[in-house]
């Protein structure tokens, strides 16, 4: 049963950049999507982005000139930065799969909340 | 504001089969299937329902996903209180090359 984790900073000060990855166990990263998707506190679901493990990325309008989502396939890790935080960026961030064949997130991470404070 | 829009609300006794609706367009809903997400309380979003009505290994089948046309509907029968949660439905999006996600629907066991 493939497993994924986040980790990274739980707290970033406005301006900077977030970091996170997702260390995917119980499967290769080749092959399938890799998504990011975030849910601020109290609210619904969001897309980040996703990245092939062929490095091809495809990113949500709304955030695609901060985003950036990298592979690394030695590591069985995918990656999220995010640039020029606000406290609109404060969420849990999930990392998710595909299932073969399928587009949508399948499985999914535990979550990790990144709050963007001074 | 969702692209693919839910009722923020349901609920529904113990016993009784609760149905959950998900309207979109053309370019998500209505060109590709849909998937359903439970999401308790503090937890990640898991996977109930995938490609409109498929169940993944593990899921009751009390629970059931249908979808017509740019609409789809995932139903609960015999509602149990473990089934309070927040339920989600998405869908890629043509337009947007990626998922969207409906906003969300609380489901209360009276």
């Known amino acids: 049963q493939v497993q994924l984790q986040e980790s990274g900073p739980g707290l970033v000060k406005p301006s900077e950049t977030l970091s996170l990855t997702c260390t995917v166990s119980?499967?290769?990263?080749?092959?399938?999507?890799w998504s990011w998707i975030r849910q601020p506190p109290g609210k619904g679901l969001e897309w980040i982005g996703y990245?092939?493990?062929?490095?091809?990325?495809k990113y949500n309008p709304s955030l695609k000139s901060r985003v950036t989502i990298s592979v690394d396939t030695s590591k069985n890790q995918f990656s999220l930065k995010l640039t020029s935080v606000t406290a609109a960026d404060t969420a849990v961030y999930y990392c998710?799969?595909?299932?073969?064949?399928?587009?949508?997130?399948?499985?999914w991470g535990q979550g990790a909340l990144v709050t963007v404070s001074s | 504001q969702s692209v693919v829009t839910q009722p923020p609300s349901a609920s529904g006794a113990p016993g009784q089969t609760v149905t959950i609706s998900c309207s979109g367009s053309?370019?998500?809903?209505?060109?590709?299937?849909v998937n359903w997400y439970q999401q308790l309380p503090g937890t990640a979003p898991k996977l109930l329902i995938h490609?409109?009505?498929q169940r993944p290994s593990g899921v009751p089948d009390r629970i059931s996903g249908s979808k017509s046309g740019t609409s789809a509907s995932l139903a609960i029968s015999g509602l149990q209180s473990e089934d309070e949660a927040e339920y989600y439905c998405?869908?890629?999006?043509?337009?947007?090359?990626?998922?969207?996600f409906g906003g969300g629907t609380e489901l209360t066991v009276l």
């Open positions: 053309f370019s998500n809903i209505g060109s590709n299937t």
């Open positions: 119980g499967g290769s990263i080749s092959t399938y999507y």
């Open positions: 490609r409109n009505n």
């Open positions: 990245i092939y493990y062929t490095e091809s990325t």
């Open positions: 998405a869908a890629w999006d043509d337009s947007l090359n990626g998922p969207v």
């Open positions: 998710a799969r595909s299932e073969f064949g399928e587009l949508l997130p399948y499985y």
